[in-house]
């Protein structure tokens, strides 16, 4: 496989830097409602458990988008949490990785040894506490613009030419993959895959509608598929996206979800599916009731989209027939998965033909053309868009 990754200008390799800081061209978003806006910062060297990471592509999720629409994030913030490039240097203490390694970003740090850790439920990890801040544990941040310190999204900041993270946050992946895709498989592959495997449990035979056809939810049409489901349906109101996720082995799909509903309930004579997945980017109430009533008695109802503001109320069902029907609804966070263990298990299964990253990639952008990217993203144009750096 042809990686298709750019040659890197000599300007842009850290060691023509000088001193404890270097220079970077990075997206950042100076608050809610505002559009990203590059510019060049200020980076720290990496400290003690830390790695420096030259950025060679990053996707755009819809993670970073709620950041310019919703609320409770610490502005300014170095956006971008899905990405693959090359350790350039690291801190005292590491002891994953080392120069010249290819790496994965997980968005949610894994140390290991914390209880959620130790209990499979990396997922989870206390090393995520500050995620949404963008600073790292101790308060501090690596990015700065003049004197004043910004914050990096996930603890990452993948939307910057180079950027400071823990080796926590980092997957070493084989030499030879291709990082234009594996990028994807720092967020949402393993989200949506794992929405799926782990969080619906699919079963051979089941039936199973996915909501919302981007990165995650293409993932997910996978994911059942691997897992045995005998059918998949997919409900997106753009018809492109289900016609790709048909592409992708799903058997049907459908713009509105009276449609899906009446294609379900004739199929499965009334009893309705399996498991329903909602992977829609941008949650409404309307949305998630739509779900539940896709969702068959006992069968489960996957939460993994979010609205724009993490606070805001999307879940409102009758408990009764909840109770009454036996329906499961369970909030999925990175699709259950442990970056360590999962992320070179999908390369693994991308490099045996039986799980497509390639087809999901829809279009490339410069860094300079963030804002078309996400507009396109928003616009129904993309499954996935992915920012090339040093384009």
């Excluded at 559009?35 to 910062?41: A, G, I, R």
């Excluded at 409900?235 to 009446?262: C, I, M, R, W, Y």
């Excluded at 998630?288 to 805001?312: H, N």
Aim: aromatic share 8%; proline share 5%.
């Amino acid at each position: 496989m042809e990686s298709g990754e750019p040659a890197l200008p000599l300007n842009r390799r850290p060691g023509t830097q000088k001193g404890m800081t270097m220079k970077t061209r990075a997206a950042v978003l100076h608050g809610k409602g505002r559009p990203w806006s590059v510019e060049e910062l200020s980076l720290d060297k990496p400290r003690d458990g830390e790695v420096l990471v030259e950025t060679v592509f990053a996707g755009l999720c819809h993670s970073d988008d709620h950041l310019a629409k919703g609320a409770g994030f610490h502005f300014p913030l170095v956006g971008g949490h899905e990405g693959g490039g090359v350790v350039r240097e690291v801190g005292s203490g590491v002891s994953r990785l080392r120069p010249g390694d290819k790496v994965v970003t997980s968005f949610l740090p894994v140390c290991g040894y914390c209880r959620w850790c130790t209990s499979g439920q990396s997922y989870l990890c206390d090393a995520g506490a500050t995620t949404l801040t963008g600073a790292f544990a101790d308060g501090s941040y690596r990015f700065h613009l003049g004197q004043n310190g910004i914050g990096a999204f996930c603890t990452l900041g993948a939307f910057s030419e180079y950027f400071v993270a823990h080796q926590y946050s980092l997957v070493k992946v084989p030499d030879d993959t291709p990082l234009d895709v594996a990028c994807l498989v720092g967020c949402g592959v393993p989200t949506g895959w794992g929405s799926a495997v782990r969080a619906a449990n699919v079963r051979p035979g089941d039936v199973v509608v996915v909501y919302g056809i981007g990165g995650i939810g293409a993932a997910a049409v996978q994911g059942a598929l691997l897992a045995g489901a005998a059918t998949v349906v997919t409900v997106d109101p753009v018809p492109f996206k289900n016609e790709f996720a048909k592409q992708l082995g799903a058997h049907a799909g459908f713009t509105e979800h009276s449609e899906a509903f009446d294609h379900i309930q004739q199929l499965t004579r009334g009893v309705l599916a399996d498991s329903v997945i909602q992977c829609v980017g941008v949650v409404t109430p309307d949305i998630v009731r739509q779900c539940y009533e896709m969702t068959r008695k006992g069968g489960t109802l996957v939460l993994t989209g979010i609205a724009d503001r993490y606070e805001e109320i999307t879940v409102s069902l009758p408990g009764g027939m909840l109770t009454s029907f036996a329906k499961k609804v369970v909030g999925c966070l990175f699709g259950f998965c442990n970056p360590h263990q999962d992320i070179p298990m999908l390369l693994e299964l991308y490099r045996n033909g039986q799980l497509k990253l390639d087809e999901m990639v829809t279009r490339r952008y410069s860094l300079d053309e963030i804002n078309e990217g996400y507009q396109d993203m928003m616009d129904g144009r993309n499954i996935r868009g992915v920012i090339e750096l040093g384009r």
